[in-house]
């Protein structure tokens, strides 16, 4: 792989890494939303939302368009939802190994 595939990748990963971002792609699991739903629903402000869909928008995670007033938002390519998932099934498998040696002491 050449470096600028790294590259890339390492954007969309590091554009995954905080965990409102996570929350907004996986509300997006759902179908398209405006941001006056997803800021009640995630529970951040506008201004809050908005720095994190940027993030997310740059990695081409997931695409915006205004209908009027309204901001909506969808993923790009559903297949980000396997890569979350995946993420998501090695962060609990490390976390239960953790508990396994906490235990055994």
Not at 5 to 23: G, M, Q, T, V, Y
Request: charged letters at 30%; glycine letters at 4%.
């Amino acid at each position: 792989m050449t470096d600028t595939a790294f590259k890339f990748e390492s954007d969309i990963l590091s554009a995954l890494a905080h965990p409102n971002r996570l929350r907004i792609v996986d509300s997006l699991r759902k179908g398209t939303k405006c941001n006056c739903e997803l800021m009640p629903e995630l529970g951040l402000e506008q201004s809050n939302l908005s720095r994190h869909v940027r993030v997310l928008i740059d990695a081409g995670i997931i695409k915006s368009w205004k209908e009027g007033v309204r901001v909506n938002y969808e993923v790009a390519d559903k297949k980000i939802f396997k890569l979350v998932d995946d993420a998501s099934a090695i962060a609990k498998r490390s976390l239960e190994q953790k508990l396994e040696a906490l235990k055994a002491g």
